[in-house]
């Protein structure tokens, strides 16, 4: 089971984008598709998932490891190609 890393930071960022802490996990809990995206900022990797929120909205989550703990570093509304993307190789 996942464990992640929340704090008033990152729980304002995601807010911003119209995102909540309950959407992530769930997306983050279930299929979701390596966009491939991987890079390093301040010593930490951060990596790129695209999945389907409990109500069929497709993210874009951004996240790091902190410990045995991930954290989210934002999340967002997933552009039409990579909703398109996700959708493919979900039915496939």
Do not use: C
């Amino acid at each position: 089971m996942l464990e992640f890393d929340w704090d008033e930071e990152n729980l304002q960022h995601i807010a911003r984008h119209g995102v909540t802490a309950t959407e992530v996990e769930y997306v983050l809990a279930h299929l979701t598709v390596d966009l491939g995206f991987q890079d390093w900022h301040e010593s930490e990797e951060r990596s790129s998932d695209a999945g389907a929120t409990i109500s069929g909205r497709i993210l874009v989550v951004v996240t790091t490891e902190r410990g045995f703990k991930t954290r989210v570093v934002t999340a967002y509304d997933a552009p039409s190609d990579v909703r398109e993307k996700y959708r493919e190789l979900m039915v496939s």
